[in-house]
């Protein structure tokens, strides 16, 4: 079974900085792309960031030059460092992995629990 934790959630002040992070464990063969998603009540989940295995990224508009993506394929890691935090950046952040079990010759989604982010004084 394969498994996607979100961790660093809280809450913080608008212009401060929180960091997540997400482990895959499980029996994993590789891992491809894996992104951060975010989503508030009554609106669709929305990708903030996606990071490939070779370290490419993207972001989206409204989060760039303020969040930074990172990965530890080693560890079967993924960071999100979110500076100068608004009020819109609250909601719960999902961690996103393309993962191939031992079992299994394609690439599967999988989705983490979520976490959630509040930024508000």
């Known amino acids: 079974q394969v498994q996607l934790v979100e961790s660093g959630g809280g809450l913080v002040q608008p212009g401060g900085s929180l960091s997540l992070s997400c482990v895959a464990s499980?029996?994993?063969?590789?891992?491809?792309?894996m992104g951060w998603y975010r989503q508030v009540p009554g609106k669709q989940r929305e990708l903030v960031a996606a990071i490939t295995r070779d370290g490419v990224t993207n972001y989206a508009d409204s989060v760039k030059g303020r969040f930074t993506i990172s990965r530890d394929n080693a560890k079967k890691a993924m960071y999100l460092q979110m500076n100068s935090l608004k009020p819109d950046d609250t909601a719960v952040y999902y961690c996103?992995?393309?993962?191939?079990?031992?079992?299994?010759?394609?690439?599967?989604?999988?989705w983490g629990q979520g976490t959630q982010v509040i930024v508000s004084s």
């Open positions: 499980g029996s994993i063969i590789s891992i491809g792309v």
């Open positions: 996103n992995g393309q993962i191939r079990r031992y079992d299994s010759i394609r690439h599967v989604e999988y």
